[in-house]
């Protein structure tokens, strides 16, 4: 059973930086697909940004791209979110997701995702 652990949140200001954290335990970290997704309050989930196992390919929502980087670092188990030039819309809890990449057919989908975190909170003042 793969575990997950989100860490990073917090309050900034708009235009403020953070880097989202997300380790992994219980499974072999390598072989999965990883994503970051958001929820705000009433609002659905939605994707974020997600990494292939190898971290030779990223995929970014519109809305954060040019802004958001992932990656991840298969020796320490943990994959990032680096965040930059926050927006006060970027406020919402933040969620990782592993996955199998032979079933996922859309990274941007929380359907292929088989194991997802806690989540940890952003919230970005105006």
């Known amino acids: 059973q793969v575990q997950l652990v989100e860490s990073g949140g917090g309050l900034v200001q708009a235009g403020d930086s953070l880097r989202l954290s997300c380790a992994t335990s219980?499974?072999?970290?390598?072989?999965?697909?990883m994503g970051w997704f958001r929820q705000a309050p009433g609002k659905e989930r939605e994707f974020v940004a997600a990494?292939?196992?190898?971290?030779?390919?990223?995929y970014y929502a519109a809305s954060v791209k040019g802004r958001f980087t992932i990656s991840r670092d298969n020796a320490e188990n943990t994959v990032y979110l680096q965040m930059n030039s926050l927006k006060p819309e970027d406020t919402a809890d933040y969620y990782c997701a592993a996955g199998d990449p032979s079933s996922i057919i859309y990274y941007y989908s929380p359907r292929g995702y088989d194991y997802w975190g806690q989540g940890t909170q952003v919230t970005v003042s105006s």
């Open positions: 990494i292939r196992r190898s971290g030779g390919t990223t």
């Open positions: 219980g499974g072999t970290f390598s072989i999965y697909a």
